[in-house]
């Protein structure tokens, strides 16, 4: 059984960066295909990005097309996501989701999902 584990969340003002990682074991890693989700208080959880299996083929919300990034290293089982000039509607708890749809944009097409980390980017 597969376990996600999100790290690298925290207090950051609009305009700076962060760069969550998430760490997949159990799992048969650079076959799945990698997402971000996340959940703003009070709203739906939803898509944010998702890589393929071969690292480059990755899909954005229109929202954060341009500010954020998404990567994974397969020897290491890590997704990472680089997020720059935050703003805060960004703000949220970020979930990191496996699964073998693509894209991968959708809740009910996630096998796995980690525990979330949280992201506050103050004005």
Request: glycine letters at 10%; one cysteine or more; proline letters at 2%.
């Amino acid at each position: 059984q597969e376990e996600l584990a999100e790290s690298g969340g925290g207090l950051v003002q609009a305009g700076e960066s962060l760069r969550l990682s998430c760490t997949v074991s159990g799992r048969t890693f650079a076959t799945a295909v990698m997402a971000w989700f996340r959940q703003a208080p009070g709203k739906e959880r939803q898509f944010v990005a998702s890589i393929f299996g071969d690292g480059v083929m990755a899909e954005y919300v229109d929202t954060v097309k341009g500010r954020f990034t998404i990567s994974r290293d397969n020897a290491k089982s890590t997704v990472s996501l680089q997020m720059d000039s935050l703003k805060p509607e960004d703000t949220g708890v970020y979930y990191c989701a496996a699964g073998y749809r693509w894209p991968l944009m959708k809740e009910e097409d996630c096998a796995a999902w980690g525990q979330g980390t949280q992201v506050t980017v103050s004005s």
